[in-house]
C-alpha cells in the first residue's frame, strides 16, 4: 500500500492508490516504455477492489467488508476524486488513458483519453460501493458523494458497426484483432445492471463480443489470459460452442506436459494464469450468480443461473459444494446438458430466483 500511494502522487499528484499493470520486487509503477504507456492505466486499482467486494458477496463477511473491502475501496476512489476531471459537456475525462494493450486503428500510439476500461471499471467501484454501504446502512455521506461522482461518468459509445466501442473520441477507430477485449470488461464477472437494463448497451457488448470472435484467427498474438477473459464473456454471454473451442484451445496449446501452465501457445513461457483462469472459467458455465438491487440501491435478492453455457466436453457431471454469490452453497448434477437435480444451501438465508435450462 505505501508504494500505491507514492504510485498515486508522484505519477499523479493524488490521493489514494494507483496499482501498476505488474509488480516486481516492489509496487513501484516502473514497468513502461514510449511503446507500452503501461503508466497510463489508471484501472488497476478500482480492478483489483473488485476481488475485494466479490469475497464480500460470496461469503456475506459484513465485518470483512467493513474492515478490510471497504477502505481498501475507498483509497481507490479517493485517486478518482482528485484524478478526474470536467470535460467540455460536464462529464468526467479519464486524461491520459489505455485500453490494454491494445493501439486504436490507424494510429501509432496506445494513449488515449477515455479507454472504455477505464470508464467500465470506475463505475463498477463507485456502483459497489454504493451498494455495499447501502445494503450494510453505513456510511451515507460519503454515498452521496460517491453517487455524484458516478452520475458523471461518461456515456458509453457505439462504434458504426454497432459494437461498444473501445475509446471515446471519434477519430480512435477500433482494432478487433487482437488478443485483449479490454473493452468488455463489464461482462468479465456478470452481466452488470446497467447492461440488463439497456438492451442498446447489451446489443452493442454482444456485437463487439461476436465481432471479436470472427476475427480471431488473425489475431496478433495469442494469451492464456486473454483466452480466459475471452471465455468469460462467451460464458455470460450463453455462448456454450466459443466456451468449448477456448476450453479446447487452451488445453491443447497452453499447458507443458507436466501440467504447468504457459502464456503462449507451444506452450512458451511460463506463466500461471490460466492456473485459476480455466477452473474458473468451467465453473462460470455450470453456474452464476449476480446480486440485484431494489429502488433504494440495497441488495434485494440474487439471479442463479444454472448450466448457463456448458461446453461439450463437459455435457455430462456432477459439482459438489460449488460457491456462489450470495453465499450460496450448490451441489447438481445434470446430462446431456440437462439439469438432473439441484440443491441449494443458503447459510445467509438470502433471498433467490432461479434460471435453469
Request: net charge negative; hydrophobic share 35%.
Amino acid at each position: 500500500m505505501p508504494d500505491y500511494r507514492e504510485n498515486a502522487r508522484r505519477l499523479y499528484g493524488c490521493r489514494g492508490i494507483h496499482i501498476p499493470s505488474r509488480t516486481s520486487d516492489s509496487g513501484c509503477d516502473i514497468h513502461f516504455d514510449e511503446g507500452w504507456p503501461m503508466l497510463f492505466w489508471t484501472a488497476g486499482a478500482g480492478w483489483t477492489a473488485r476481488f475485494f467486494y466479490d469475497y464480500w458477496l460470496y461469503t456475506g463477511d459484513d465485518g470483512f467488508f467493513k474492515e478490510h473491502a471497504l477502505p481498501f475501496m475507498e483509497e481507490a476512489a479517493l485517486f478518482y476524486e482528485d484524478f478526474l476531471i470536467k470535460d467540455e459537456k460536464g462529464q468526467w475525462l479519464f486524461s491520459p488513458s489505455y485500453s490494454p494493450e491494445n493501439t486504436p486503428d490507424g494510429q501509432d500510439s496506445a494513449a488515449c483519453t477515455n479507454a472504455t476500461m477505464d470508464i467500465s471499471v470506475a463505475k463498477e467501484l463507485f456502483f459497489n460501493l454504493i451498494t455495499g454501504c447501502r445494503t450494510l446502512g453505513i456510511e451515507e455521506e460519503k454515498v452521496k458523494k460517491w453517487k455524484e461522482i458516478l452520475a458523471g461518468m461518461p456515456e458509453y459509445r457505439i462504434n458504426e458497426d454497432g459494437a461498444l466501442k473501445e475509446w471515446e473520441p471519434d477519430e480512435f477507430k477500433d482494432c478487433y484483432d487482437h488478443r485483449h477485449i479490454s473493452q468488455l470488461y463489464l461482462l468479465y464477472y456478470d452481466i452488470p445492471e446497467e447492461v440488463r437494463e439497456s438492451r442498446e448497451l447489451f446489443d452493442a457488448c454482444k456485437k463487439a463480443y461476436e465481432i471479436k470472435m470472427q476475427r480471431k484467427q488473425k489475431e496478433k498474438g495469442t494469451m492464456a489470459f486473454g483466452l480466459v477473459l475471452e471465455g468469460f464473456v462467451a460464458a455470460y454471454l450463453k455462448d456454450a460452442e466459443m466456451t468449448e473451442e477456448l476450453l479446447q484451445t487452451m488445453a491443447c496449446s497452453n499447458y507443458y506436459q507436466t501440467f504447468a501452465s504457459a502464456h503462449d501457445f507451444g506452450p512458451s513461457i511460463f506463466n500461471a494464469d490460466i492456473s485459476g483462469g480455466v477452473p474458473a472459467l468451467m465453473l462460470h458455465c455450470l453456474a452464476q450468480s449476480f446480486p440485484v438491487t431494489d429502488e433504494r440501491g440495497r441488495i434485494s435478492h440474487y439471479e442463479i443461473r444454472l448450466l448457463p453455457a456448458v461446453p461439450d466436453s463437459m455435457k455430462s457431471g456432477s459439482v459438489t459444494g460449488m460457491r456462489l454469490r450470495g453465499g450460496f452453497i450448490l451441489s447438481m448434477e445434470w446430462k446431456e446438458k440437462k439439469l438432473k437435480q439441484y440443491q441449494i444451501e443458503n447459510p445467509g438465508k438470502n433471498t433467490y430466483v432461479i434460471q435453469t435450462r
